[in-house]
């Protein structure tokens, strides 16, 4: 079976077994909002250049933000820094994460610090590849050292949000699908003059753009986050290469409402930097995987 055919497989949702395993070290993001989580490399898509000639940053603002994702996923590896804010009504909850992304090996790994008041405590580690996340967190009830292994089509929002993070290929890869872009301006930052650009993206069609396995969270995302015109902003160099962007995601918190006093915002940001320095992140062994009985619970 292809790629593009596993993609177009209806999604099932979490069975007991796979919410008991995961605990609410998976959906700790959302719970902390009050509700109800890879990726593929950026380096996914049309990454393969025409010709030898260096990336640049194109002069049209949509073909610049659509092109960063490959251009990106070409620079080799990435240290990574992510913020995920999100807001109801009622809670509000900021988690931060530091790691790294792969772009050749299409795997990276970040680790998230959880806010006081979440659905779990302890650090979230989290290793992704193309549609798959592997988790791990102290403060559920897995054994020490093993890790919970998910497919993002088992997951409502294809892992965009409910790990605490938007793992960066996923915010990179989502920008396939902007369907508008206006150039706000140059900022100097850390030294590097960057291009601002602001608009909305189209998850579905970033996930058609990205194809595979690396297109199912995005997809996911796209038929689950309740406005589909996803406000993005994003920060390029002159090679194209993506150094932040966030994006702004919004889903029910009650089932099926579209009352604004249901709806949870989820800010996600995503930095990139020393671009081609090489990152710790590997796909963890076939042993330290743990294997949930369907009657037992983290809890």
């Not at 593009?4 to 999604?11: E, K, W």
């Not at 194109?58 to 999100?86: F, K, M, Q, W």
């Not at 970040?110 to 102290?138: D, R």
């Not at 962007?245 to 949870?264: I, L, N, R, Y």
Request: a neutral charge.
């Amino acid at each position: 079976m292809t790629d593009q055919q596993r993609a177009g497989r209806p999604a099932r949702r979490p069975g007991p077994h796979l919410r008991a395993a995961a605990g609410a070290a998976l959906l700790a993001a959302a719970l902390a909002a009050g509700a109800a989580g890879c990726s593929g490399g950026a380096g996914g898509g049309s990454s393969d250049q025409q010709s030898g000639a260096p990336d640049q940053l194109a002069a049209d603002p949509l073909t610049a933000v659509r092109n960063a994702a490959d251009i990106t996923g070409r620079t080799g590896s990435a240290r990574t820094a992510t913020e995920l804010v999100t807001e109801s009504a009622e809670k509000k909850a900021s988690f931060s994460g530091t790691g790294g992304y792969d772009y050749v090996k299409r795997v990276g790994r970040l680790e998230i610090q959880v806010p006081p008041g979440a659905a779990t405590t302890g650090k979230i580690v989290e290793v992704v590849l193309p549609g798959t996340v592997y988790l791990q967190n102290s403060g559920a009830k897995v054994p020490e050292g093993k890790w919970v292994k998910l497919d993002v089509r088992q997951l409502p929002d294809g892992n965009l949000v409910s790990s605490g993070a938007t793992d960066p290929a996923s915010a990179a890869g989502a920008l396939r699908g902007a369907q508008k872009a206006e150039a706000v301006g140059t900022e100097t930052v850390d030294g590097v003059a960057l291009h601002h650009y602001r608009g909305t993206l189209d998850l579905a069609k970033a996930a058609d753009a990205t194809g595979g396995r690396g297109g199912d969270g995005l997809r996911m995302g796209g038929q689950t986050f309740t406005v589909k015109e996803v406000p993005y902003d994003v920060w390029l160099d002159d090679q194209g290469r993506l150094h932040k962007v966030v994006e702004v995601f919004t889903f029910a918190g009650v089932a099926g409402s579209k009352d604004p006093k249901d709806q949870v915002k989820v800010t996600s940001t995503t930095s990139l930097r020393d671009f081609g320095r090489p990152v710790e992140a590997a796909e963890p062994a076939a042993s330290d995987i743990y294997q949930v009985k369907p009657t037992e619970s983290p809890k």
